[in-house]
């Protein structure tokens, strides 16, 4: 009897892993494929991005916003933070936040999205206000920063759910995320 309870253990496939809505992700290098779609009461835009994040530096590549062309942001962990753009330019600036601000025309919380992206609450924030979980443990929305974060669905990378679509929402800006594909290193 125990020999077929051990059988019946090891020929069930794992469960695949919620990232549980804690301070910090286990996720900590990730390269993200996605579409963006940012709106505030003044325009829309569509772009598509594709994010690398590991715990030294980050690389954002959006293509298409607000008809930039190639727009390229690289930034450390240390505070550098660069923009670069499809003519030559070069930008730099105390905060990815910021620099966006100033060159597309709307703020976005950079230092929290790196975790709201993977389905976690930021540490670097004040503490979520709001968060629902789904029946898996993963999170359906939080509250944070003053913007309002909602998870439409999740896709399997690897043993982990990571969300595929993601609305964020402050005041007059809103965007939407769908992400196409998620490679991860945990």
């Known amino acids: 009897m125990l020999s077929l309870s051990i059988i019946g253990c090891a020929s069930s496939p ?19 494929r996605a579409g963006l779609v940012v709106r505030t009461a ?5 772009a598509t991005v594709l994010w690398r994040q590991n715990p030294a530096n980050y690389t954002l590549r ?30 730099q600036a105390q905060s990815p936040d910021r620099l966006l601000e100033s060159e597309i025309g ?3 919380p950079f230092s929290d ?3 709201w992206i993977v389905g976690a609450v930021s540490p670097q924030a004040d503490p979520a ?30 043993s982990l759910s990571l969300p595929e679509r993601i609305h964020f929402s402050k005041g007059e ?14």
């Open 14 to 32: 794992p469960e695949p892993m919620a990232l549980a809505p804690a301070a910090s992700s286990p996720i900590d290098t990730w390269t993200l």
């Open 42 to 46: 003044q325009r829309a835009s569509r």
């Open 62 to 91: 959006f293509t298409g916003l607000l008809g930039t062309g190639l727009f390229e942001v690289r930034g450390s962990e240390s505070g550098e933070v660069e923009a670069r753009f499809a003519d030559g330019r070069r930008r």
């Open 106 to 108: 709307w703020s976005a």
């Open 113 to 115: 999205l790196r975790y």
């Open 129 to 158: 206000a709001e968060i629902l979980l789904d029946a898996e443990g993963r999170v359906v929305s939080l509250k944070q920063s003053g913007w309002t974060v909602r998870y439409e669905n999740y896709q399997l990378s690897g």
């Open 173 to 186: 800006v809103s965007a939407e995320v769908r992400v196409h594909a998620w490679t991860l290193k945990v």
